[in-house]
RNA sequence: GGCGCCAUCGUCUAGCGGUUAGGACGCCGGCCUCUCAAGCCGGUAACACGGGUUCGAUUCCCGUUGGCGCUACCA
């Protein structure tokens, strides 16, 4: 066990996202590959926006991901508690020691004075305005004269001198100058951390040795890595990773309608494809190889092969990877993930005797490599009908009402009926030789018996199908369709 | 406005001073074939622009343009 130890921290105002399980695919990747442990801390301070049901998506996506955590909600840990709501006593103590020392003080501006002293300036300089200290460097009488007026303070982070550089994972050597920085406010009113407080002091506290993110917080790394050292740590290493676009171009966010894992779910993703996809968002394997295993990806995934571009999501290669995963199922666990959905469109019904399941299962056997997704065995609902079929009006006027149709059809059926019996071998015998004795190409007469089998012009093999669907529901179909064409 | 990040086919990428700029998705053909998929074969398509540095730039440096992010008592 290394002693890497990386963290997501979401907050519960959204469900989990492409954007979002990307940043914990990574860090994820990162403490599997090394042995460290991954933490999942739920930054749910903002009460307005955060729910209990935001928080329970998160965590069941992660899990039917794969993404498990080693300290977290409903794990626990050494560290926690890990829901940020419940951490309240906690800061307190670092930011009097600021405050103490000097690193911090107390400002009694009041958002409306900011606001006037802001709009004094011109348009331009107010766009650049930074809080002018004016609390900085109250003397003793001065503050105390505050507190008896009874004013409420925040605390602001004094921000020291010079530069602040570091070295990203990711990005490489990043170099900020302070003096761009606002002595930003660290503790509200009422006491409580703001975020970048809030994430330092977490971080501190359960021993963070990675923090993997997104780049839009590229910009508050330097804040942090002042507060750190104020509060006489290190920091731990940084990695800001590209962030993700919609096809719109625009970043993926909760906010933007970024469609959720659970709705994947629901279109019928697998989560080996969802996984898989992502992590080729800005990685690629050495190997050139595309269709990863979690297993493979973390022993491969290194962080500083991480492209610094952002990339674009594209849903045709989600579909393309997600029909790879679909056929390296073997067919038992194919069958298995089916299942819910034919369950839920009462296709079947209840649990499965080993009649059915094994019946089952050479259906899904037949239908080989020709599901996308899950939800495609829709396609072939006709295998599941009791009765007849729904004919596609276009298969019907193409095939089954051109001249000559019919007349196949109806010898079909006696080919049918009197076929000894319904094995593969032996339909595809007897109604070859149909063909042959009509005078006609196999296909002229095997498309209209699909036709008025299936309800479509496209299928698995006709003769596997036919033998699968048996000889009493075929029958009972070719008559639906003969009557159809008379 | 300030600061920061980014820039190879439509998309994801390989490339790390000398390549016919490679692969994947998509798209278009073909093969296979009872249809549809899958598979196989082939095709389409890119170094944003301008300066340097160098014998030589997709690659290194600078600038321009463009995209994105941050700039809250939100996280």
Not at 385 to 413: C, N
């Amino acid at each position: 066990m290394s002693d890497v130890r990386v963290r997501l921290a979401p907050s519960p105002t959204g469900y989990l996202h492409l954007g979002v399980t990307r940043t914990a695919l990574y860090n994820w990747l990162t403490a599997r590959s090394g042995g460290g442990s991954f933490i999942l801390r739920i930054e749910d301070t903002d009460r307005e926006r955060s729910t209990d049901e935001f928080l329970e998506a998160i965590i069941t996506d992660l899990r039917w991901l794969g993404l498990d955590w080693d300290e977290g909600p409903e794990v626990e840990g050494p560290h926690g508690p890990y829901l940020q709501s419940q951490r309240g006593g906690t800061y307190a103590p670092f930011v009097e020691r600021l405050v103490q020392e000097g690193a911090a003080y107390r400002c009694y501006c009041t958002p409306e004075e900011l606001e006037e002293r802001r709009s004094a300036r011109s348009a331009d300089e107010a766009e650049a305005w930074k809080y002018d200290r004016k609390c900085a460097s109250l003397s003793r009488d001065e503050r105390e004269a505050l507190e008896r007026a009874g004013r409420p303070h925040v605390i602001r982070f004094r921000v020291p001198g010079g530069k602040t550089s570091f070295v990203d994972a990711i990005q490489g050597p990043v170099e900020f100058e302070n003096d761009q920085f606002d002595d930003l406010v660290i503790a509200r009113r009422d006491g409580t951390p703001t975020y970048n407080m809030a994430v330092v002091i977490d971080d501190m506290e359960m021993r963070v040795t990675h923090v993997i993110r997104g780049s839009d917080h590229l910009t508050n790394t330097p804040r942090q890595i002042m507060m750190w050292r104020a509060l006489g740590h290190e920091p731990p290493v940084f990695a800001h990773m590209p962030l993700l676009f919609g096809q719109d171009g625009k970043v993926l966010s909760k906010r933007r309608g970024a469609v959720s894992i659970g709705e994947y779910r629901r279109m019928g993703y697998l989560p080996e494809a969802i996984v898989n996809y992502i992590a080729l968002l800005g990685w690629a394997s050495e190997s050139g190889e595309e269709i990863l295993s979690l297993e493979q990806l973390a022993d491969e995934f290194e962080l500083s092969k991480l492209s610094r571009k952002p990339s674009t999501f594209d849903p045709d290669k989600l579909v393309w990877i997600n029909a790879q995963w679909m056929k390296r199922l073997s067919v038992p666990e194919r069958t298995e993930r089916l299942l819910p959905v034919l369950r839920d469109e009462g296709l079947v019904a209840g649990e499965l005797t080993s009649e059915e399941r094994e019946w089952l299962e050479r259906v899904v056997d037949l239908i080989d490599d020709r599901l996308k997704t899950v939800r495609d065995v829709l396609d072939f609902d006709w295998f599941f009908l009791a009765s007849g079929v729904t004919y596609d009006s276009m298969a019907v006027s193409k095939v089954l009402d051109k001249p000559g149709a019919g007349e196949i059809l109806a010898g079909l059926r006696k080919v049918l009926s009197d076929a000894p019996d319904f094995t593969t071998d032996a339909l595809e015998t007897a109604i070859r030789s149909y063909a042959e004795e009509k005078g006609v190409s196999a296909g002229k007469a095997i498309q209209p018996l699909r036709v008025a089998v299936t309800g479509k012009t496209a299928s698995p093999g006709m003769f596997e199908t036919l033998s699968l669907l048996g000889r009493h529901r075929v029958l009972a179909r070719v008559d639906a369709a003969l009557e159809l064409s008379s």
